[in-house]
C-alpha cells in the first residue's frame, strides 16, 4: 500500500475530502477528484488571455479563487503549458474527457 509520503515523491498529488469540496465550490471547476481536476473551458479562455496580457499562472489561479497551496507549482505549470501550446495551435481548449 502506498501512503501518501510516497505519493508526493512519485509527483502524485492526492487532494483530500475538504480540498475537493472547497474546489466544488469554484465556478471555474467542471470537476474534481482525488486525482484529477477538470477546469471550464471559460476558464481555461480567461487563462490563456490573462497569461498573454503578461500575468504569471499562479496569479491567474489566485486571482480565480484557486488555493494554490492545494493546486501546487507543478500542476499549475502543467495546465498552464497545456492550454498555451493548444492555444498557440489553434485547438479548442474544450475539455472532452
Given at each position: 500500500?502506498?501512503?501518501?509520503?510516497?505519493?508526493?515523491?512519485?509527483?502524485?498529488?492526492?487532494?483530500?475530502?475538504?480540498?475537493?469540496?472547497?474546489?466544488?465550490?469554484?465556478?471555474?471547476?467542471?470537476?474534481?477528484?482525488?486525482s484529477s481536476i477538470?477546469?471550464?473551458?471559460?476558464?481555461?479562455?480567461?487563462?490563456?488571455?490573462?497569461?498573454?496580457?503578461?500575468?504569471?499562472p499562479h496569479q491567474?489561479?489566485?486571482d480565480a479563487g484557486?488555493?494554490?497551496?492545494?493546486?501546487?507549482?507543478?500542476?499549475?505549470?502543467?495546465?498552464?503549458?497545456?492550454?498555451?501550446?493548444?492555444?498557440?495551435?489553434?485547438?479548442?481548449?474544450?475539455?472532452?474527457?
Open positions: 500500500m502506498i501512503n501518501k509520503k510516497d505519493m508526493t515523491k512519485m509527483g502524485i498529488n492526492k487532494f483530500t475530502t475538504e480540498e475537493i469540496e472547497e474546489l466544488k465550490q469554484n465556478p471555474y471547476v467542471k470537476r474534481v477528484s482525488s477538470t477546469y471550464t473551458k471559460e476558464f481555461k479562455e480567461l487563462f490563456v488571455l490573462k497569461h498573454s496580457e503578461g500575468q504569471l491567474i489561479f489566485s484557486f488555493d494554490i497551496t492545494v493546486l501546487k507549482q507543478r500542476r499549475i505549470n502543467t495546465a498552464s503549458h497545456r492550454w498555451r501550446e493548444k492555444a498557440k495551435q489553434g485547438e479548442s481548449l474544450e475539455d472532452l474527457r
